[in-house]
């Protein structure tokens, strides 16, 4: 519903104007404000690190949602395929209790993420909006160019504002839609090879079952040998294993370009984000950067005071455990690895 509601999502009875509804809010919503931030950095004269920091970290951002949420209005049609790919009765016919118990515990999970995900970008977005609220000057959550004074009248500064909630609104719920779509749908190709590699491992047990059937119904000859209703179930796992790989191509082709949107996007947010937590422990070239040598004694003295007093670095713990710095960003990047490494070998 709420991808309807963006435009993202065709329904059965979509036309021509849904799909041009949905590039005049792609357009104003998602590609005007990153080339109006771009255009200020480009136009702006005095700028220091921190304010291309703030914006640049946005814009990568926002500038990844451009080429994330294109497919959803190219390719409706196969994305909505895919969507419904599962609804399909090769994957819904269950035949013992522990298969609809992988899809419910499949469902539910999904369900949670989707709500917390949810839940994490309303605080965001309301953090977000609200804060230029609490300071002194007119402000936005972000500089962009505008061709007039949005600070010249309180009227026009906030019409400015409202138009970046919306924008802003529109950013988080199409985050908040699509981001768990994408991760639900590879989940549930991950619970149909489990059904799968159920099948596969319960073949014998299968096979005298379905003999014991046979050869207590009238309707079949007693005739039936054991292998020819184990190639049978073979049969069947293979065609389920094709569907599923079937998926896989059409999943590739529909979400490929977003998911790597997405990590470029972060890629380069992190990268800020850690170049801030770097820049925690400049200080000392911010006073070799000052025209010391033309201060009396006295203030050479405090600065060197000053400059001792910093070689302590100054480090916010996450917890009280883990430090803030860019070594533990990448020390958690080689353990992350190193997990996706010892959990693959497990397996």
């Keep these: 519903m709420v991808m309807r509601a963006l435009r993202l999502y065709s329904g059965d009875g979509h036309t021509n104007l849904h799909k041009i509804q949905g590039y005049i809010m792609y357009v104003v919503c998602i590609i005007l404000v990153p080339a109006l931030i771009i255009t200020n950095l480009i136009l702006q ?26 497919p959803f209005l190219r390719n409706g049609d ?3 395929m895919c969507i419904h790919y599962f609804e399909d009765s090769l994957f819904t016919a269950f035949k013992e209790d522990e298969q609809k118990r992988i899809i419910q515990e499949c469902t539910r ?49 906030f019409s400015v ?43 014998s047990r299968n096979v005298d079952d379905g003999i014991w059937t046979k050869n207590n119904s009238a309707a079949v000859n007693e005739k039936i040998k054991k292998c020819e209703i184990r190639y049978n179930q073979i049969k069947e796992c293979v065609d389920h294993h094709n569907a599923i790989l079937t998926f896989a191509k059409i999943y590739e082709e529909c979400f490929s370009l977003s998911v790597f949107s997405q ?3 972060s890629a380069v947010a992190i990268c800020f984000s850690c170049l801030q937590l770097s820049m925690n422990n400049s200080l000392i070239n911010g006073i070799y950067a000052a025209s010391w040598y033309d201060y009396d004694m006295k203030s050479k003295k405090a600065l060197i005071t000053l400059m001792e007093r910093s070689k302590t670095p100054m480090i916010i713990t996450a917890g009280k455990i883990l430090p803030l710095t860019l070594e533990t960003f990448t020390m958690m990047l080689k353990r992350t690895y190193s997990l996706i490494a010892v959990l693959k070998n497990y397996q």
């Excluded at 004269?45 to 294109?70: C, F, G, P, R």
């Excluded at 999970?109 to 230029?132: D, E, Q, Y």
């Excluded at 138009?163 to 994408?182: E, H, N, W």
């Design 45 to 70: 004269q005095h700028l220091d690190i921190w304010q291309i920091n703030n914006n640049v970290i946005y814009a990568a951002e926002t500038i990844s949602w451009i080429t994330k949420l294109l």
């Design 78 to 80: 196969q994305i909505k």
């Design 109 to 157: 999970i999904c369900k949670r993420n989707s709500f917390a995900f949810l839940v994490g970008c309303m605080i965001a977005f309301g953090c977000f909006v609200t804060a230029p609220l609490f300071w002194k000057d007119y402000r936005f959550p972000f500089d962009l160019w505008l061709p007039f004074n949005a600070t010249a009248r309180p009227e026009i500064y």
């Design 161 to 203: 504002y409202v138009f970046l909630i919306i924008k802003i609104f529109y950013v988080t719920l199409s985050g908040a839609s699509i981001d768990p779509l994408i991760a639900g749908l590879a989940y549930h190709a991950t619970a149909q090879l489990r059904i799968l590699k159920y099948n596969l491992k319960h073949i």
């Design 263 to 265: 990590f470029a996007g």
